[in-house]
C-alpha cells in the first residue's frame, strides 16, 4: 500500500544535498555553519531543510567528525573583574554576534576560579573543538602548550617569545598610547605621567612603551610612572602617588578608562581640575568614558571587532582553513573634554 512517498525514515543528509541540487559536501558545510558556502547556495539548502523537515543528528555527527560543534572562551582573571569591566563584555558580545550564524555553542570559563589546571583538563578532554583565550598573563604557560594540541586564538600577543603561540588576535597597543600621549604634548602639556596597566600582560607593556616613545620624541621626562590593575581603585591610588612625587605634573595618560576614572577622584580630592590644572586620557572608550564628569579623552579600542575576529578566526582553524597568524586591529583617539 502506497504511503505517498513517506518512506517512514527521517530524511537524510542525502535526501537534502538531492532536493537542493548540490553535494553532500555542501549540505554539511551549511549544516556545520562553514563560511565556505555563498550565501545563495546556502539559502538553497536551508530551504530543502526546511521543507524535508530535516534535524541533523548532533550525537552521530559528533562520532563521525569527532567534533563537538562547542567552542570555549577562557578568562585568566577573577569573576569581579570579568562582570566589572566593560572590556569583557564588549569582548563575549562580539565572540557571540560571530558564532551566532554558525552552529557553534560558546562556554566562558573564569580561570581563577576553576584553576588551570582543572580548565587545561577540561579543554583537552574532548569537550570543545578549539578554545579563545583572552586577557593572558605572562606566568601562566598552561595555554599556549594547550594551543600544541587544541585550536587556540589568543587575544594579544606573548610577552615570553618562548610561548608557542600560533593565532594571535590583538590590537595596537602602543600606537594607540604613543597617540594618546602625542595629544597631551599638542596640548602643551610638559609633564606628563602615566598610570600603567600590570606588566606582566601585553596590554599594559605596550601602553607604557607607546606613552615612552611620544615623550622621548618630544624631549620630555618619562620617569613619572605609577602602574595599576586595570581597576578604578588601582587608578585612584596610582594618581594619588602620582601627585605626591611630582606635583608639577599637568598631564596623565591612564593605560585603561577603568584607571582614568579612578584618577578622577584623586585629582579632585587634591583640589586640582580636570582639564585646567590636570589633563587625563584613558584608553579602550568604554561605556563610561562618555558620561564621565568631564567626558573623557580615550584612545578607542576595538573589543567588539576584537571578540568577533577571535571566534571568526578559530571557526576557521577548525574548518581546515589557512589563516593570518597575527591579526592587528587599529586604535584611534576620541577627543573630550578631560583634555
Excluded: C
Aim: aromatic share 4%.
Amino acid at each position: 500500500m502506497s504511503t505517498g512517498g513517506v518512506t517512514g525514515h527521517a530524511p537524510t543528509l542525502e535526501m537534502v544535498a538531492a532536493r537542493a541540487g548540490v553535494s553532500r559536501a555542501t549540505v554539511s558545510r551549511v549544516v556545520n555553519g562553514s563560511p565556505k558556502v555563498s550565501p545563495d547556495v546556502a539559502e538553497v539548502v536551508r530551504e530543502a531543510i526546511a521543507a524535508l523537515n530535516y534535524v541533523p543528528n548532533r550525537a552521530a555527527r559528533s562520532l563521525a567528525s569527532r567534533r563537538t560543534q562547542a567552542i570555549a572562551l577562557v578568562v585568566p582573571e577573577s569573576t569581579s573583574r570579568v562582570f566589572n569591566d566593560p572590556f569583557f563584555a564588549t569582548l563575549v558580545q562580539g565572540v557571540g554576534l560571530a558564532l551566532a550564524p554558525t552552529e557553534y555553542t560558546l562556554s566562558m570559563l573564569i580561570e581563577s576560579e576553576t584553576g588551570s589546571e582543572k580548565t587545561r583538563r577540561y579543554l583537552l578532554g574532548g569537550n570543545v573543538d578549539g578554545a579563545l583565550v583572552a586577557s593572558h598573563h605572562t606566568g601562566d604557560h598552561s595555554y599556549a602548550h594547550v594551543s600544541q594540541s587544541l585550536p587556540v586564538v589568543f587575544g594579544g600577543r606573548p610577552l615570553d617569545p618562548t610561548e608557542s603561540v600560533t593565532h594571535t588576535v590583538d590590537v595596537d597597543n602602543a600606537h594607540g598610547a604613543e597617540i594618546a600621549t602625542q595629544h597631551l604634548i599638542d596640548r602643551g602639556r610638559q609633564r606628563i605621567a602615566t598610570i600603567a596597566g600590570p606588566q606582566d600582560m601585553p596590554p599594559g607593556v605596550d601602553r607604557k612603551r607607546g606613552w615612552a616613545t611620544a615623550l622621548e620624541r618630544a624631549g620630555l621626562p618619562d620617569d613619572a610612572v605609577e602602574y595599576g590593575d586595570f581597576s578604578p581603585a588601582s587608578g585612584a591610588i596610582a594618581m594619588r602617588r602620582l601627585l605626591e612625587r611630582h606635583p608639577d605634573l599637568d598631564a596623565v595618560f591612564a593605560a585603561n578608562d577603568q584607571m582614568a576614572i579612578g584618577a578622577y577622584s584623586a585629582i579632585a580630592d587634591a583640589g586640582r581640575s580636570i582639564p585646567g590644572d590636570v589633563a587625563i586620557v584613558g584608553f579602550d572608550d568604554d561605556r563610561y568614558a562618555s558620561t564621565a564628569m568631564p567626558p573623557l579623552t580615550t584612545v578607542h579600542q576595538p573589543s567588539l571587532e576584537m571578540g568577533a575576529e577571535m571566534a571568526r578566526t578559530l571557526v576557521r582553524i577548525i574548518e581546515g582553513d589557512e589563516v593570518a597568524s597575527t591579526t592587528l586591529l587599529p586604535t584611534s583617539l576620541v577627543i573630550r573634554q578631560s583634555t
